[in-house]
């Protein structure tokens, strides 16, 4: 199975962390998520035959690198690979910093510039173990931890794109999908990010699939009894903090 690895190290301020994500974007769903999966259970979950080494990560924020998995050109094995966290559509002038499009919504993919497109040709899975939401107003808000109730790794529905200017290197870049949320989300946030079924890979990933009705209908709210959320911890809300303390009850 073949691999490619770039690091896309986060955009940074004077080495504060991320650019504009150095304290939780309260509003953006889904704007934080962890994996901490080992990778044998990463790899037998997305199909692949193996993957290297993974190092816990409970606090991944927009602009860091993702593990992204996509089809391999026309044929159906796939491939896993480092992206930014942000798509970079390959007809924008440079990355966008400040508000990198980590999100997009699964009912105006067809529609969107940036996404219509990646919709079409360039679908992936993006593993996780969990993410957070924040409930509450203002600066008292409360992060939750939101994960399968059997403690099962999944995959989000992901976008991808390659970003390449003249003489530069190429990035690759993605975003997560979004969908209207669940009895268990609801209270916390009017939007959930796309979880899939393991049915459902394939479909998602076949690059000779085009069509956005077909794809449109496994785009659906995850089962809440599947799911299960608690509070946690204001460690999160510092994207510059990645230790198991985040994911910690409160």
């Given at each position: 199975m073949g691999t490619q690895t770039i690091l896309v190290p986060g955009a940074t301020d004077n080495g504060r962390g991320p650019v504009g994500f150095g304290r939780a974007n309260m509003s953006t769903m889904c704007g934080r998520f962890l994996l901490t999966t080992p990778a044998e259970a990463i790899a037998a979950l997305l199909g692949l035959e193996s993957l290297p080494d993974l190092a816990a990560r409970y606090n991944i924020a927009p602009t860091q690198p993702v593990g992204i998995v996509r089809a391999r050109s026309l044929a159906q094995d796939r491939e896993w690979l480092s992206a930014r966290w942000g798509l970079v559509p390959r007809w924008s002038r440079e990355p966008a910093t400040r508000k990198p499009?980590?999100?997009?919504?699964?009912?105006?993919?067809?529609?969107?510039?940036?996404?219509?497109?990646?919709?079409?040709?360039?679908?992936?899975?993006?593993?996780?173990?969990?993410?957070?939401?924040?409930?509450?107003?203002?600066?008292?808000?409360q992060p939750h931890l939101v994960r399968l109730r059997d403690g099962a790794p999944f995959a989000f529905a992901g976008l991808w794109d390659r970003w390449q200017p003249q003489g530069q290197p190429a990035l690759d870049s993605c975003a997560i999908l979004t969908t209207i949320p669940n009895e268990l989300i609801a209270p916390l946030h009017d939007r959930m990010p796309v979880i899939l079924q393991p049915a459902h890979f394939g479909l998602w990933l076949d690059p000779a699939l085009s069509d956005s009705a077909a794809l449109q209908e496994i785009l659906r709210p995850y089962p809440a009894e599947l799911m299960e959320a608690h509070p946690v911890g204001r460690h999160v809300n510092d994207a510059r903090f990645d230790g198991p303390e985040c994911a910690q009850p409160a």
């Amino acid at each position: 199975m073949g691999t490619q690895t770039i690091l896309v190290p986060g955009a940074t301020d004077n080495g504060r962390g991320p650019v504009g994500f150095g304290r939780a974007n309260m509003s953006t769903m889904c704007g934080r998520f962890l994996l901490t999966t080992p990778a044998e259970a990463i790899a037998a979950l997305l199909g692949l035959e193996s993957l290297p080494d993974l190092a816990a990560r409970y606090n991944i924020a927009p602009t860091q690198p993702v593990g992204i998995v996509r089809a391999r050109s026309l044929a159906q094995d796939r491939e896993w690979l480092s992206a930014r966290w942000g798509l970079v559509p390959r007809w924008s002038r440079e990355p966008a910093t400040r508000k990198p499009l980590i999100n997009a919504r699964s009912e105006d993919l067809a529609e969107r510039p940036a996404f219509r497109d990646s919709f079409k040709h360039r679908r992936c899975l993006i593993p996780a173990s969990g993410f957070y939401e924040w409930q509450g107003e203002g600066r008292n808000r409360q992060p939750h931890l939101v994960r399968l109730r059997d403690g099962a790794p999944f995959a989000f529905a992901g976008l991808w794109d390659r970003w390449q200017p003249q003489g530069q290197p190429a990035l690759d870049s993605c975003a997560i999908l979004t969908t209207i949320p669940n009895e268990l989300i609801a209270p916390l946030h009017d939007r959930m990010p796309v979880i899939l079924q393991p049915a459902h890979f394939g479909l998602w990933l076949d690059p000779a699939l085009s069509d956005s009705a077909a794809l449109q209908e496994i785009l659906r709210p995850y089962p809440a009894e599947l799911m299960e959320a608690h509070p946690v911890g204001r460690h999160v809300n510092d994207a510059r903090f990645d230790g198991p303390e985040c994911a910690q009850p409160a």
